[in-house]
C-alpha cells in the first residue's frame, strides 16, 4: 500500500487528496523538531516524491525548534494543514507514526519520537489509536 493510501486508512478516509495534505502537514511538522542530521537520516529512508514533499520549503540553516508539550506542537501541525479542518492534529501526527513504522526502520522511529511531545507518542502506542 502507498503511503497516501496509509495515511487514508489511518484517518479512516477515502479521500486521497485529505490523506496527502494531512501527511504533508505532518511530515514539515516533524521535520521542524529534528536537527539538520536527523531530518537527513530520515529522509535517506523515505521514497523520492515523500522525500520531495518532506523537503519542500525547508530552511536547514534554522535550528530545530524545542517543543515538548502536545499544546505546543499541535498548532504547528494545524497551520500546515491550512484550509482542510477535517482532520484533528493529533490524528495527524499519530497516523504518521504509524505509517513511518511500516515504511522506515525502527531506528529512524525512534529519532522521530524521542523529538516528539511524549503525550503524542503515548497516544500513538495505544491500541486503536487512528
Known sequence: MSWVGDMMAE??????HKALHALRAGLHAMRDLLPVRGAAHLSAELPVLIRGMFFEGWDPSRDPMRIRHAADFLPMVREKYTRRPDAPADDIIIALLHV???HVSAGEVATVMRN??????EAARRPGAP
Not at 116 to 121: N, R, T, Y
Request: net charge negative; charged share 25%; proline share 7%.
Open 100 to 102: 513511518l513504522g511500516r
Open 116 to 121: 516528539l511531545p511524549e503525550e503524542l507518542v
Open 11 to 16: 484517518l479512516g478516509t477515502g479521500d486521497a
